[in-house]
């Protein structure tokens, strides 16, 4: 969808609102409120939606801005770009390090870009898609380029921190019966880097979810051959439910899981 100068532009405001984070995060000076649905939302929030939708703006005035924090909600559009300005809030707040920034564009219901930047969660990472439909992952090492994922030693699994056991172990015992698993519990879209990475077989969410929370990680698993389903979840059951499309009403999500097939 974008040129290598359109995608460094996008890195570029990704890694400006990146330093903006961290100057709120490291001094600590940030007010929390809450908003209509009862979460959590900080200044830094809100600033950081307004640089990236303005940034944004100036270089792709055709393509409108969603953003979790912005005002615009038009469900007309075909093509649009989807923002979560800080995702993991709430880990941010309480000055824990795995919240990022994700930026994705979708067009005709489903993310043909992707972006997530983590600038202080395991000394700082990016991933995004590149001009040629690449995943690029940036370190404080460097720039690498993966096309796949080496499989990964027994079954190990990232989710949420509000994740409950008895929910690993409803689906563990559906789909992977008898197998002895370990967990690893991050805040937001920072859980895509361990899918990425080769670091877990399994990303699973219980939760609802929003939309601008997993466009971008949805598309940079696909790059690699990898999967993001929708889960069917009841007190007892747990089952596949299709995929998910994009620019739903009130852009809300259900359960999912994520794999490298």
Not at 34 to 48: F, G, M, W, Y
Request: net charge negative; charged share 30%.
């Amino acid at each position: 969808m974008f040129n290598r100068d359109q995608v460094e532009y996008i890195v570029g405001v990704a890694k400006k609102a990146g330093e903006m984070a961290v100057g709120y995060f490291e001094g600590n000076n940030f007010n929390v409120s809450r908003k209509k649905d009862n979460s959590e939302v900080t200044c830094a929030d809100i600033e950081i939606s307004k640089f990236i939708g303005e940034s944004l703006n100036k270089e792709f005035s055709d393509i409108p801005v969603i953003c979790e924090e912005g005002d615009l909600r038009d469900h007309s559009f075909d093509t649009f770009f989807l923002i979560d300005p800080i995702d993991g809030t709430g880990s941010f707040a309480a000055l824990k390090t795995d919240f990022s920034i994700n930026i994705a564009l979708v067009k005709d219901k489903k993310p043909v870009f992707g972006l997530i930047y983590a600038p202080l969660f395991e000394g700082g990472k990016m991933m995004f898609s590149n001009c040629d439909d690449e995943v690029v992952l940036e370190t404080q090492t460097g720039l690498k380029v993966i096309k796949a994922v080496e499989e990964v030693e027994g079954i190990k699994i990232v989710t949420s921190k509000k994740t409950k056991d008895e929910q690993l172990e409803l689906y563990m015992n559906t789909f992977i019966p008898d197998t002895e698993y370990e967990v690893f519990r991050v805040s937001s879209a920072a859980k895509f880097f361990y899918v990425i990475e080769g670091k877990v077989n399994l990303y699973l969410h219980f939760r609802p979810s929003m939309e601008w929370d997993i466009a971008a990680g949805h598309y940079l698993v696909e790059l690699i051959d990898g999967e993001l389903k929708k889960l069917k979840i009841t007190q007892d059951s747990i089952a596949l439910d299709g995929k998910f499309l994009y620019n739903k009403k009130d852009y809300l999500n259900g359960p999912f899981m994520a794999k490298i097939t």
